[in-house]
């Protein structure tokens, strides 16, 4: 009996150590660093952003170590199935279709969409676009509600890698206008040199058809405890003002939205 009794006592060790393991185990996150102030490179290579800071912010509330994975945009979901990272926290729409391919968090931020084009343009209505090239972040929420609304109306939609690249043709003047994050607008172009001379025009774009719930964190379909254990991590950081913290590096607003 004794002997039994070790060896039951032996078994809740070894399942206890392996159970310590896993929870240790490092969280891999994949990313997009071209997108500020979401994220981008510092001029020492360094990732930094208000998705990098939550990220950490996160894996310290979990207590578990963030491993970061930078990847093309579009290419986040497709690595993110295949196991190349266990999370994706890269500025994502909280969308029907995406759904369907991975499981998703609460919302970690919510703002809209918008157009940006040279001061003095006139957007009333998407017949106003009749013959512009629009650009966009190829695989974005953007991306789709300009195929589907901007297109039909008569724009011509030219598809880039990242945002950054748009911005750099919208400047040099091969594009009218780019859809995109309200925020990586403003912070990305408007307020730069090269934004100089362009405005934002027409309405917030905020159909949740194409743009969702907000901004989430998306895990491998069928990862409930993962995808639990960032959403109770979140509210947790929304709760003890670390959100806020980081949020007002960043931000004179609330990011978080309604």
């Known amino acids: 009996m004794k002997k039994i009794a070790l060896l039951g006592a032996m078994a809740l060790s070894v399942l ?38 939550i990220g950490n912010a996160l894996c310290e509330e979990m207590k578990v170590k963030c491993v970061w994975i930078e990847q093309e945009f579009d290419g986040l979901i497709p690595a993110l199935k295949v196991r190349k990272f266990d999370a994706i926290l890269s500025s994502m729409s909280i969308t029907e279709e995406r759904k369907r391919s991975v499981d998703f968090t609460g919302k970690y931020y919510a703002t809209p ?18 013959g512009k090239k629009i650009g966009v972040q190829r695989s974005s929420v953007y991306d789709r509600y300009a195929t589907d609304v901007f297109a039909p109306a008569g724009a011509e939609i030219v598809r880039y890698t990242s945002q950054n690249e748009v911005f750099l043709d919208l400047a040099s003047g091969r594009l009218d206008a780019t859809l995109a ?9 408007l307020k730069t040199s090269a934004g100089k001379g362009f405005e934002f025009v027409g309405p917030d774009f905020t159909d949740e058809k194409y743009f969702g719930e907000g901004q989430g ?12 254990k960032i959403s109770n991590a979140i509210l947790a950081i929304r709760e003890n003002g670390k959100y806020k913290e980081i949020q007002d590096k960043y931000f004179t607003f609330d990011v978080y939205g309604k």
């Open 217 to 228: 964190i998306a895990v491998r379909k069928g990862d409930k405890a993962l995808q639990e």
């Open 113 to 130: 969409a918008k157009l940006a084009m040279k001061s003095g343009s006139v957007m009333n209505d998407v017949a106003d676009l009749k």
């Open 181 to 189: 994050d309200s925020v990586n607008i403003d912070d990305g172009f």
């Open 16 to 53: 206890s150590a392996f159970s310590m393991a896993d929870d240790a185990k490092p969280l891999r996150i994949g990313i997009e660093a071209a997108y500020p102030p979401f994220a981008s490179k510092a001029p020492d290579g360094s990732i930094v952003g208000f998705d990098y800071d």
